[in-house]
C-alpha cells in the first residue's frame, strides 16, 4: 500500500520552472470583431500556418475556442481553393 502512494505521488505534473504566469493573448477576431473568417484572406490565414504547413494550436496563436475553429476551417478552404500550400517546398 505504502508502495502505491509513492508512485503516485512521482506521477504528478509540476508546473516547469520556466512557466510565468502571464497573461493570456487576447483573440485578434474577438478584438477586431470579426463574426466569419474569410478562407479568401490568405494573407491573415499565414499567421495561422507554421513553416511546415500545420495548422498552430489556439496556445500558440492566441485565438479563442471559436475563432481557431474557423480559422481551421478556412486554412483547410484555402488550400483546397490553392491559396494555401498543404505543405512547404524548403527541405
Do not use: W
Not at 30 to 38: G, I, Q, S, T, Y
Amino acid at each position: 500500500m505504502a508502495q502505491l502512494k509513492d508512485r503516485d505521488q512521482t506521477r504528478r505534473k509540476r508546473a516547469p520552472a520556466s512557466a510565468a504566469p502571464g497573461r493570456r493573448k487576447s483573440c485578434y477576431f474577438c478584438k477586431e470583431k470579426v463574426e466569419e473568417v474569410d478562407y479568401k484572406n490568405y494573407n491573415q490565414l499565414r499567421r495561422y500556418v507554421s513553416e511546415k504547413g500545420k495548422i498552430r494550436s489556439r496556445r500558440i496563436t492566441g485565438a479563442c475556442r471559436r475563432h481557431q475553429r474557423q480559422v481551421a476551417v478556412a486554412v483547410k478552404r484555402a488550400r483546397e481553393m490553392a491559396l494555401l500550400p498543404y505543405v512547404s517546398d524548403s527541405r
